[in-house]
Structures are given as C-alpha cells and as structure tokens.
C-alpha cells in the first residue's frame, strides 16, 4: 500500500492534468453557456495555477487554445491580450533594473546606507529593512533578498567572531593576573607555616618541587572552575547570534516584499492591476499610473515597514534598548564589524563612468514617470502630447529610457585610445547588450501578465462578470470596509498557497465585478487585496524571497509562519488603514465613478 501511494505521489501532476479537467467537464457540457464555457477554463487554470502540475507560463497559454474552441473569443482576439500597454511597463522597468544590476549599482547603494546607520543590532536591522525595500521598489524582489543576505551574514558572523574573541582575551588576562598574584605571594604548607628554604640542597629540592605541585594543582582547579562559565557563555553566545541571524533574514525577506509594494514595477502584482482596471474600465482616465500607485502606496509601506521592525525588534531582540541601540555602549567589536561593510565598500572602488550613466538614467526615468501627469498639475505628456488622446502613457516613458541603455557606451569614448599592444583601442560595449538582457529577463512573467489580461477580457466578453456581478448583489448589506478586510485577509491566505501573480489574475477580475453590482469604488477593494497579495510571510515555498532567507537564516519553518502569522494582520490592517484615510480623497472612494458602470449584456 505505501509503495503505491509513494507511485501516485511521483505522478501526481500527470494525475492532474489528466483528471481536472474531465472532472471539471460536465460544466460546458450540462450548463451549454457562454458563461459555463469561460468558467471551465479558468476554474482549470486556477487549478493548474494552483498545483503548478504545469509551468504556470504554459498555464497562462490555455486561453490562447480554449476560448476558440470554445467560441468565447476569436483567436486573433485572444493573442492580442498578450502584449498590452502594461507589459510595455513591466519591460521597460525590468530593463532598467537589469542595467542596475549588472553595474553593481544596487550593492554600491546598499553599503552606502549601512556604513551610515551603523552595526547596533536595532540600528542595522532597520538599515537593512530599510535599504531592501528601497531597492525593492525598482529592482525585483529576489535579486534584492539574495544581495543583501549575504552581507548581513557576513557582519553578523564577524560580530560574533569579534566578541567570541573579546571574551577570550578578557579571560586570559584574568587568568594571567591571578595567576601572576598567585606565585608571587606568600604559600604556606597545608599546616599553616611558611615555607622555608633549608641548608640541606636535597631538602631544598624536594622542598621547591613540593611548592611547584601546589602552585600546578592550584592552577589546574581554578582552569577547571571556570571552564563550566566559559562554555556557558560560548553557548549563550551562539544562541543569541543565531536568534539574532534568524531575525536579520526574515527582516530582509520581509522587506523585499513590503518594498515591492510601493511602486508600480515594483512587483508583478501591481502591474497586473492597472491592466486590469484599464482593461475592465477603459474610460477610468487613468486613474492608476506611476505617480498616484506611489502616492498612495509609498506611506503605506513606509508605515507597514516600521510596524514590520517593531514586530521583528519584539520578537528578536527584545526591548532593551540600551543592547540594541548601544546607548551608552561601544563595543570594540562593532569597529571590527564595522569595517566588514567598509572592505566590501572599498572593493566596488570609485563609481565608475558606467554606473553613473546608469544612476543618470534611473533618476531621469523615475522624474518623468512622476512628472508625466501628476494630477494636481497638467504633467508635461499633457501639454506636450496629451491634449485629446493618451498618446504618451507610463509603458512609453519606461521603454525610452531602457532603449538608451542600448545605446550609451560603457566607457567614455576616447577617439585617439590605445589599447595595450598600441593597436587602435576598440569601441566600448554599450551599458546593455542583448545577450545580458535574454539572460536575466524573466520572460515567463510576461506571458503571466497577458494569461491574466485575457481572462479578464474573456470574462466580459462571455457575460460571466455580469453573472458574477449578480450573484455578489447581497453582498450590499455589508459595510464596505468589513468587505474589503475579509476579502483582503482571504487574499493574504491563498498567496501563502498560490503565486502571487496567480492569485492576483484570478481575484481581480472577480472584485471589479463585486463593487459594480453593489456600488462601490473598484478601487476601493481591488487596490488593498492587489497589495495583500504581497503579503506572503509564513511559508518559505510562499515567494523566492522566502526560500532565499529560509535556506541562509538557519530558519525552521514554524520560526517563520509564527512571525509571518502576525505580520499578514499588520499588513492587511495598515493597507485598509491606508484606504480608508487618505486613500479617499486622492481616489475619491466615497462616490461610485460613471467609468465603473460598464454592465453589458453578454
């Protein structure tokens, strides 16, 4: 019997794939609907996404083969989905995060900010937090994690080297004094009386060898007394940097995932609802574009980041804060620490002419996104392009400027150089060439963008969002934000599951056709549950940047999912916090828009 279910388990995704979808097809085949039809297939994706029993790339493919066969969609309609305006976005961002990486312009950044916050265990631990996220909101998630990782092991096992050592010589040279105390005083035989020396040369030998044996013995019990306290501090020792290693990996993984919550490439998820809402509700005017995602979400973050340390300070480090921000302290150790982080600042050497183009580059891209229609002023897209139609939108700016990284030379170019043999230096390779691009691009995120856009479309096409719609009309009699808190929460569960870019696909369509059948803001549920999605905290299978931390951080996987568990209320409570405040008035949430009033008949 257990060799068999070992065999069923080793086969389990062919097993799936085979039985999902002859179990799911009575569906089509009893209720004979356009709705019925669209259901079945992404029922079966959600499955599919849900086991991984396929590549979840090839999952978002299914689309492209049911909705024809299906009648849903013509095929030339469905394949359009698959590169819309917000996969322009999301490569234009992923360029330019890949042009930050390969100059080591990232690292250069994060050592800066650490040589400034210092080695105290809070101190450096906020440093990290801090600096993870701020990464994390241009960079991807896990390249964040697995940079900063390492150098947080490297200062935390130089602490503990440093202190080990410390106590060492602290106890050798109060052995060595007492010792020194010891043979220099007066020794007296075991009757009381001093020893004296003897005029016979035999009995002053036995005498002295008599005094020796003492000396040795006396020696000996002390060493054996104290060997029990030095193993008890060597073990207290180790404990404390092991909990306190545990706590600086999961403050790292946490904050890359806070992070990529702050702007609009920062993650997958965020990208993937403004393609829906502009997707669903294509007269919205643009309400989500970089410079309002940031807007709302930067504070939001900001507050979850420092909710987020104040949890892992608790639960790590305790509250004496005279240990954990040295008030009053210093330790020679931390110079030692210290100065891990300044060798490793040293080896990057002075900024090169490479990465300062590069750090040009990101500045200038990051001022036009904010620039480009910030809402309380006409941006300059609206004045110089804008003026009847959104010709020039965020997916524009972003593949502009990750175009000239193809085009700026690495080196500055010296028209008389010479290379090293005298022959004519040749020319310099560009900041991004293809071959750095096709190697760290993750193209299967891009088919995930569009398997999400065209379900969405298919949705609406086949009349199954009017009949969802309906049949989430009682849902009217809650207050709203009981609904968005429960609906976040159930978001937050099934990410700890699912990917995040899965879980976002399959609710968002699903929340845009709740608010329109009971009149409320699309936004109002959709922009909380997009952000919970981020928030997989408890399982190391849960996000990369988890995995990451569980494999450096000696971490078990109830030290996770005990402290993850807490951080999924904190963060869906400060992101309805978020909502509920000034989320209302940059959205205006407490009215129902004319755009979201889009009920079609199938």
Request: aromatic share 10%.
């Amino acid at each position: 019997m257990a060799g068999f279910l070992t065999s069923l388990w080793r086969y389990r995704n062919y097993i799936v794939i085979v039985l999902t979808p002859l179990l799911l097809l009575p569906l089509p085949l009893i209720v004979q609907s356009s709705e019925a039809k669209c259901a079945f297939a992404i029922i079966l994706m959600a499955l599919f996404w849900c086991t991984e029993c396929i590549p979840l790339a090839v999952t978002a493919l299914l689309p492209v083969i049911l909705f024809p066969m299906m009648g849903i969609m013509e095929a030339s309609e469905v394949c359009i989905q698959y590169l819309k305006d917000s996969n322009m976005l999301f490569i234009g961002g992923l360029l330019v995060a890949i042009a930050v990486e390969h100059w080591n312009l990232h690292k250069r950044i994060a050592l800066q900010v650490l040589l400034i916050v210092g080695v105290k265990p809070s101190l450096l631990m906020i440093g990290f937090m801090s600096t993870t996220a701020f990464l994390s909101m241009w960079i991807s998630n896990t390249a964040s994690t697995a940079m900063m990782l390492p150098i947080a092991n490297a200062v935390l096992q130089q602490l503990c080297e440093t202190e080990a050592n410390a106590e060492e010589r602290e106890s050798s040279a109060n052995d060595g004094q007492e010792n020194q105390a010891f043979e220099m005083g007066d020794y007296k035989e075991s009757n009381g009386k001093e020893l004296k020396p003897k005029d016979n040369n035999i009995n002053m030998d036995i005498e002295t060898k008599d005094t020796k044996e003492i000396i040795d013995n006396n020696v000996n019990s002390m060493v054996c007394e104290r060997s029990p306290d030095a193993e008890q501090r060597r073990i207290k020792r180790e404990k404390k940097y092991l909990k306190l290693t545990k706590g600086m990996s999961l403050s790292v993984c946490y904050a890359a995932s806070i992070g990529g919550t702050a702007t609009l490439t920062g993650t997958t998820p965020n990208v993937i609802m403004k393609g829906q809402i502009d997707e669903l509700f294509p007269d919205n005017g643009g309400i989500i574009n970089f410079a309002s995602w940031f807007g709302f979400s930067f504070p939001n973050m900001l507050l979850m980041l420092v909710l987020s340390w104040l949890w892992l300070q608790f639960v790590f480090l305790g509250f004496d804060f005279r240990k954990s921000f040295g008030c009053g302290t210093k330790k020679s150790g931390d110079g030692e620490a210290y100065q891990v982080i300044k060798d490793e600042y040293k080896k990057l050497g002075k900024m090169s002419f490479a990465e300062g183009c590069v750090l040009t580059n990101f500045t200038l891209l990051v001022l036009l996104w904010f620039t480009r229609e910030p809402g309380f002023i006409p941006g300059w897209a609206t004045v110089l392009f804008n003026k009847d139609k959104p010709y020039v939108t965020d997916g524009t700016v972003a593949i502009l400027m990750s175009t000239l990284f193809f085009c700026i030379p690495s080196n500055f170019p010296r028209c008389c150089g010479r290379s090293r043999d005298g022959a004519p230096a040749e020319a310099p390779t560009p900041l991004l060439t293809w071959d750095i691009v096709h190697e760290k691009m993750p193209w299967n995120i891009l088919l995930l963008l569009g398997g999400g856009f065209a379900l969405a479309h298919g949705s609406e096409k086949s009349g199954l969002s009017v009949w969802l719609g309906e049949s989430l009309i009682p849902l009217q009699s809650i207050p709203p934000f009981a609904i968005s808190i429960l609906l976040c929460l159930l978001v937050a569960m099934f990410t700890e599951c699912s990917s995040n870019t899965a879980t976002t696909t399959l609710f968002l369509p699903i929340l845009a056709s709740m608010a329109t059948a009971i009149k409320i803001h699309p936004l109002y549920v959709m922009f909380p549950c997009t952000i919970s999605a981020s928030l997989a905290f408890m399982l190391p299978v849960a996000t990369p940047p988890n995995a990451i931390a569980f494999s450096y951080g000696n971490l078990k996987v109830m030290d996770m999912a005990k402290t993850g568990f807490i951080l999924n209320f904190v963060g869906v409570l400060t992101v309805n916090i978020a909502i509920n405040t000034w989320g209302v008035p940059m959205f205006q949430l407490d009215t129902f828009p004319s755009w979201a009033n889009v009920t079609k008949a199938p």
